[in-house]
Each structure stands twice: as structure tokens, then as C-alpha cells.
Nanobody
């Protein structure tokens, strides 16, 4: 059974940073594309960033230059470093590995 458990969310002021982590079990992330999505209540889920097995990355235009996705195959974990956070980054962030999804972690950017 695949489990993806996100952590690292919380309340941060605009301009601040957070690092989200996703611990995977039941799946080897080294063999799949991993990604982070986010969703604001009442709005469509949005793809934030992806990281392929070969190391290619994709970022949504809204986070390019501020967010960095990475994977640690030895720890079977995925991370999202978020810098220069804006109020519009407030959302529930979901980790995805292959076709499996975590339950999400809430990020709130507010002064």
C-alpha cells in the first residue's frame, strides 16, 4: 500500500520561506515522476512543480524562481523549498508520486 505523508506546512509571513517534505512508503520514488500540486478551497487544483526520474523539472509560472522541487532517493522523500512566499501561495499542498497522492499539508501565508 502506497503512503505519501506531507509535512512542513504552517503559517508564514509574506516574504518568508517554508520547506515541505513528503515521506513515501510502499513505492520507490526513484522510478517515478514526483510532483507537488496545490489547491485553494473552491478553486481548481494547480500543478506547482514536477521532477522526473532523469532530473528534469517543471515549474508553474507563478512559482518559477521562488520554489525548488527536489527528491532524495535514498530517503525515499520529496521536498519543496518555497522562498519569497506570497499571500496567493496560501493553499493545501499535495505530494504526488506516480499516480498516488498524499493527503496534503496546509500552507498559510499571512501577516
Amino acid at each position: 500500500q502506497v503512503q505519501l505523508v506531507e509535512s512542513g506546512g504552517g503559517l508564514v509571513q509574506p516574504g518568508g520561506s517554508l520547506r515541505l517534505s513528503c515521506a513515501a512508503s510502499g513505492i520507490r520514488i526513484s522510478i517515478v515522476t514526483v510532483a507537488w500540486h496545490r489547491q485553494v478551497p473552491g478553486k481548481q487544483r494547480e500543478l506547482v512543480a514536477t521532477h522526473t526520474r532523469s532530473g528534469n523539472t517543471y515549474y508553474a509560472e507563478s512559482v518559477k524562481g521562488r520554489f525548488t522541487i527536489s527528491r532524495d532517493n535514498a530517503q525515499n522523500a520529496v521536498h519543496l523549498q518555497m522562498n519569497s512566499l506570497k499571500t496567493e501561495d496560501t493553499a493545501v499542498y499535495y505530494c504526488v508520486a506516480g499516480i498516488d497522492w498524499g493527503k496534503g499539508t496546509l500552507v498559510t501565508v499571512s501577516s
